[in-house]
């Protein structure tokens, strides 16, 4: 499998449930990153993961919490949430500059977990 | 403040037309401007790109048109087709080498809709 995977595609929660979002990336990459995107709204970075290591925290609420076990996985987890973080989240992933040239460095998205808080 | 503005929110063409999508930024440090296509169900894909010393870049159907001191850029897709009926984000990155990532802002889209 190429690319980057993203589970599950659905998903229906309640405000008191916990949950986690998984990437996965089948690139190489070695920075991977959860986007947000509301309608006609410009995507919102949420976390980034670089060589494993957070690198950025958009001032994202506590109720969304992210894990890079490794450079090929990522995880949102997600517990008491609002009506109003549904939306779709998107993973992605990029080959940072430092290692290869920059303009090889666009990022890779996945199809996105359709997120639904009821 | 939105880093990177794009027009119009959604556009009607017809089959064979000429679509023109523009995007504005106003930070002079962003260094690759990327356009993304995303169909419905999907996640972005890249179309295109382009490094602000070059003021065009044409591949196959889709052109981007850069203009450094306006700080504008545009997609054009020639020949426009029902297949191209999708959402297009224009994007600029802000390189960050000390944080070793890549950091996008991205245009709220443009749904383009071409009629047959």
């Known amino acids: 499998e190429t690319g980057v995977t993203q589970t599950p595609r659905h998903l229906v929660m309640g405000m008191t449930n916990k949950k986690s979002l998984k990437c996965e990336q089948h690139?190489?990459?070695?920075?991977m990153y959860w986007y947000k995107q509301s309608a006609k709204k410009p995507l919102e970075l949420m976390f980034v993961?670089?060589?494993?290591?957070?690198?950025e925290n958009n001032s994202v609420p506590s109720r969304f919490s992210p894990e890079c076990p490794n450079s090929s996985h990522l995880f949102l987890h997600l517990h008491t949430l609002q009506p109003e973080d549904s939306a779709l989240y998107l993973c992605?992933?990029?080959?940072?500059?430092?290692?290869?040239?920059?303009?090889?460095?666009?990022?890779?998205f996945g199809n996105g977990t359709r997120l639904t808080v009821t | 403040q939105q880093q990177v503005k794009q027009s119009p929110q959604s556009l009607i063409v017809q089959k064979g037309g000429i679509s023109i999508i523009n995007c504005a930024y106003e930070n002079t440090a962003f260094d690759y401007f990327p356009w993304y296509q995303q169909f419905p169900g999907k996640g972005p894909a890249l179309l295109i790109a382009?490094?602000?010393?070059?003021s065009e870049k044409k591949e196959g159907r889709f052109t981007i048109s850069f203009n450094k001191s306006a700080k504008q850029f545009s997609l054009h897709i020639m020949d426009s087709q029902p297949g191209d009926s999708a959402t297009y984000f224009c994007a600029a990155r802000n390189p960050r080498p000390l944080y070793n990532f890549n950091k996008f802002y991205f245009g709220s889209g443009t749904k383009l809709n071409v009629k047959p």
């Open positions: 382009i490094r602000p010393d070059v």
């Open positions: 992605a992933s990029s080959q940072e500059y430092r290692t290869r040239n920059r303009d090889d460095s666009p990022l890779h």
């Open positions: 690139l190489g990459h070695n920075a």
């Open positions: 993961y670089s060589l494993e290591e957070r690198v």
